[in-house]
């Protein structure tokens, strides 16, 4: 198998994988894992019956069902990959029946409240160790997903004090033979990062597109037709799964209304260099920008490509 696919495995890592929600990223997960070897035996669950209907359509994993707690009986690791709001009753519902050394991880882009939520049902013996993939598409469900969504993206785990490290480096493995690059760091940390790189750039895209809508001088129609680059771009963002981003902001709501208060502040410093026409405050301020863009380009987590080469291509 060629390296951009990831790493295939001569043995998997997890005897039994437990992935709950068929989603953008679950789906993902499942394809990766079976493309990858990752383990020997591939489990789906999700509490609509529908998706479970179609991840079996789609030959996801071995076994599909919308018992979660018959889903991770046996399993060496589960990752929940529903919206942030759903891992407590998840985490209720399933922590009876972990086995004792299970691994228990996620995927969501908060990991302060995640922590709260799940570790209250963690039974003795299992090892909760957070985990963010910061990859995603603004589609959703089981159909939107795809082998090689997280290759040579950032998968950043967040384990407790304390945590067992064995467990740690299995789990690192695993996100590494999935293609991603391994960061640790405190679910802390990880919260203000995101807020800056992840959420906050989503409220203001939320944001933008409904002034436009709300904008009684120009009509709907002509928001749709005149749409230039930066405001399609805007779309794309807001597009994204809305049950998941209110989970995000409701759970994330100190270190995003931190970042906000330092945006506000900013745009009030580009306001005035408009209003008072500070044409080299301008200048400086958007070759800064500009620079951070090639930055990112150069990092490989995105190209210069036309559309930002975000068509995808992976055959099943």
């Not at 020997?40 to 071995?62: G, N, Q």
């Not at 004792?100 to 799940?118: H, R």
């Not at 990880?190 to 409220?203: F, G």
Request: hydrophobic share 45%; glycine share 8%.
């Amino acid at each position: 198998m060629p390296d951009t696919w990831g790493q295939k495995l001569a043995e998997p890592l997890f005897e039994r994988l437990t992935v709950i929600g068929c989603g953008l990223i679950g789906s993902s997960l499942l394809r990766v894992a079976r493309r990858n070897n990752l383990a020997r035996t591939l489990v789906a669950a999700d509490i609509s019956p529908a998706i479970c209907e179609r991840a079996t359509e789609l030959t996801l994993a071995d076994q599909t069902t919308c018992d979660l707690a018959g889903a991770v009986a046996g399993s060496d690791l589960v990752i929940l990959c529903v919206p942030v709001g759903a891992n407590e009753s998840v985490a209720e519902s399933i922590g009876p029946a972990l086995r004792i050394g299970a691994i228990v991880s996620d995927v969501g882009s908060v990991k302060g409240a995640v922590m709260a939520a799940l570790s209250p049902h963690m039974p003795a013996g299992a090892h909760l160790i957070p985990a963010h993939p910061v990859a995603g598409t603004e589609h959703s469900g089981p159909d939107a997903g795809f082998a090689t969504l997280f290759l040579n993206r950032w998968c950043i785990l967040t384990p407790p004090p304390g945590a067992d490290e064995t467990a740690i480096k299995k789990l690192s493995d695993f996100w590494t033979a999935a293609g991603s690059n391994v960061e640790v760091m405190t679910s802390e940390h990880h919260d203000l990062v995101l807020a800056i790189t992840s959420h906050v750039p989503h409220l203001i895209a939320y944001n933008i597109v409904g002034t436009a809508a709300d904008l009684e001088l120009v009509t709907q129609s002509e928001v749709i037709k005149f749409s230039a680059g930066g405001f399609r771009d805007f779309t794309r963002i807001a597009a994204s799964d809305p049950t998941m981003w209110r989970d995000v902001f409701l759970n994330n709501k100190e270190a995003v209304l931190e970042i906000l208060g330092r945006f506000t502040e900013d745009l009030s410093a580009l306001q005035r260099m408009i209003r008072w026409g500070d044409g080299d405050g301008l200048f400086n301020l958007f070759t800064r920008t500009r620079n951070i863009r090639r930055s990112i380009i150069e990092s490989g987590q995105e190209t210069a490509a036309p559309d930002f080469g975000r068509h995808q291509s992976d055959p099943q």
